[in-house]
DNA sequence: GCTGGCACTCGAAACGGCGGAGTGCCAGGC
DNA sequence: GCCTGGCACTCCGCCGTTTCGAGTGCCAGC
C-alpha cells in the first residue's frame, strides 16, 4: 500500500503529463504542486513508485511518465468524475434536441462527444436483441416475394426479402399480419419467439411453407447479431497527438474500421456502469496505446446500447468519463421521449 | 503543343513518381525508361516542362515532380483506364454478392474499394430523389400518431413520424396507404407530388387534416436532401503517405467528417462518366493535395448515386479509375437484381 | 538538335561539442 | 526514521560544421 503523499505525487504526475505531454521531473513537481516536500523527497518517492511499476522514465535521466498501472491506480482511487459545466449541458441538450429520426440521433451523438472530448467518439445503434417490437409490416412486392419490414421500440428499421415457392394470397398475408402483430407488438425479442411458434398451424396446408418462411426470416432478423451497427467519428482528433506518435496513428485507425473490433471495444458489461479500459488492459495490439471510456445507455432503466471515446492513455480521465456519462443520459432521455 | 517525346518524359516522371514517392531526375529517368535519348536532352525537356508548368522541383538541384497541371494532362492525354484483372473481378462478385441489404451493399462496397484501390473511399447512398417508390407503409402507433414508412426501388427505407391532432380511424388510415400506394408506387419522386396533391379532397372533411399531414410529410421526405448519406473507408490508407506529408492527413480527415463536404466531393456530374479532379480543382482547401475519382452508379441507366476514391494526387491514376469503374458497375448490377 | 563534360547548388546525413534537465546517492539535521 | 541540500553523473536534444551525392544548367562539339 502506498503512503498518502505517494498516492499525491502520482496524481500530480498524471496531471502535468496529460497536460503538458512532457515526461515530469520532481523539480517541475514541487514547483507546480504543493506538495510540501522537497524535490529530494520526491525523488525518493518517485523511484519507489518506479519500482511498484506505477511510473517510468523513458531513458535514463529523463523524467517519469505513468504507466498503464499508474493510470489504473489514478482512475480508480482519485479520480473522480468531473461533472460538466451548465454551459455544457445546455449545449448538449440544444445539439440533440434537433434530431428527426435514429440515424440522426446517433450522428448527431457521434459529433457531439468527439467535440466534447475532442477524442474519436464511437456509438453503437441502439440493439436489436435488448429492444422490443413495435410493429412487423409484410408487403407483397410480387406475387410470391415479400418484403417483411420490422420496426423497433428504439425507432429502428430492419427489412429483409423473402421468396416463397408458391404465390400468396393478399387474404393470407393480411391475416398472417395482423396475427403476427397481435402477438408480438410490445414484446421484447428474446420473448418472441415461442410466441409465434405454433402460427403455421392456423393456416391453410397450401400456405403453411410461405408463413413458416416469414417466420424464419424474422426470428432470423431478430437473433442476428452481425447487424449491430456502429458509428464512428473525430477520427481527425487522432492528428492531435501525432508528434508523439506519428506511427501509432495507423493501427489505430485500422483496428477503429473493423466493426467487430469496436463491439468488442464497447465491452461486455451491459449495465449502465462505465468501463475503462487502458492501454494493455485493451485486447487489440493497435490499441495498446489507448483507452476506452464506455457506457452503457437506454431509454429506459437498462441500457439498450453503448457509447464511449476512444483515446490515447494520456487522457484527461475525469473530464472525459464526465463527458461521456453526461451524453450517454441525455441521448437516454432523447430515445425515452421518442 | 508539346513534342510527342515531351509528353513521354511527362509520362515517366508521373509513373517514377508515383511508383517512388521520390523526385525523379533525368539520369534515373533516362535508365528506368527506353527514351532513346541522352539525361542532357531530358534535362533539357524538362526545363520546357517545368516553364510550362507541368512539372517542379521541390528545392533547387533536386529532381522534378508533376505539378497539378501536369497530372491533369497525364489523366487526360495519356492515361488510359486500366482494366481489372480477372481474379480482381470474380473478387469484386464474390465480395458483393453476400449482400443482405443495402446498407450491406454500401458497407461492402466500400471495404471494397478501400481495399483495391488501397485509397480512402467515399460511397453515396442511392439518393431519394432519383428513385422511385417502390411502396408506402403506414402504421398507427396511437390513435393520433401515424408512423410513415417509405420504401424506394433501391431498397432505402425511411421512416418519419407524423402527429395528428385528432385520432385518425383505422378504416380512414388504410383507405389512404391503398390510394395512396396505387398512385405513387413506381413512380419517380419527382413526379409524386402532382399526383397526390386533390387526395384530401375524396376524404371526409374531419380526415382532411390528417391526409394533409401525411402527404406534407411524405413529400416533405421526398425532396429532403440534407439525408444524403454518405458512408466512408480506408481512412488508415492515409496514412500510408504521411510520411511525406505528416501536416496534411490532419485537414485531410477533417474535410471527410463532413458530409456536406463529401457530397460536394463525389461531384454534380449525375451521368455516368468518371470524373477526376486533382489537387487544387478541388475546392477545399484541406484537400489541395488529394484527387478525387469518381463516378455515379445505378440500377439502371441512370446514375442514382456515386461512388468514388480519395487519395493523394501522387495515385496511380489508371488503375484507380479502373477499379472505382469496375466497381460501379457491379454495384450497380447488384441494385438491378434486389 | 542531340550529346558529353563540367562547375555549381543544395539538401540529407554524419559528426562532435555543449548545455541542461533530471537522477541517484550521501551526509547532515530535525 | 524521515526529510533535505549538495554533488557528481548520465544522457537527450540542439546546433553548427562538414561531407557526400544526386541533380541541375550551361556550353562547346558533333
Known sequence: MLSERRLEVLRAIVQDYVGTEEPVGSKALTERHRLGVSPATVRNDMAVLEDEGYIAQPHTSAGRIPTDKGYRLFVDKMAGVKPLSSAER???QNFLDGAVDLDDVVA?????????TRQVAVV???????SAVRHVELLALAPARIMLVLITDT??????????????????????RARLNSRVVGR????????VQDLPESFDPDDRPAVAGVLATLLETLVEQTEERIMLGGAANLTRFN?????????????LEEQMVLLKLLGEATDSAMTVRIGHENFHEGLNSTSVVAVGYGSGDEAVAKLGVVGPTR?????????????ARYVGQILAES
Not at 448527431?108 to 466534447?116: G, K, P, W
Open 315 to 327: 487522457m484527461d480521465y475525469p473530464g472525459t468519463m464526465g463527458a461521456v456519462r453526461a451524453v
Open 108 to 116: 448527431r451523438t457521434v459529433r457531439l462527444l468527439a467535440q466534447l
Open 243 to 255: 508528434h508523439d506518435f506519428p506511427l501509432t496513428i495507423r493501427p489505430v485507425l485500422e483496428a
Open 188 to 195: 421484447r425479442f428474446a420473448d418472441v419467439p415461442p410466441l
Open 90 to 92: 445546455r449545449a448538449i
Open 155 to 176: 425507432g429502428r428499421v430492419e427489412q429483409r426479402l423473402i421468396d416463397c415457392q408458391a404465390p400468396v394470397g393478399d387474404t393470407v398475408l393480411a391475416d398472417l
Open 124 to 130: 453503437q445503434y441502439p440493439s436489436l436483441t435488448r
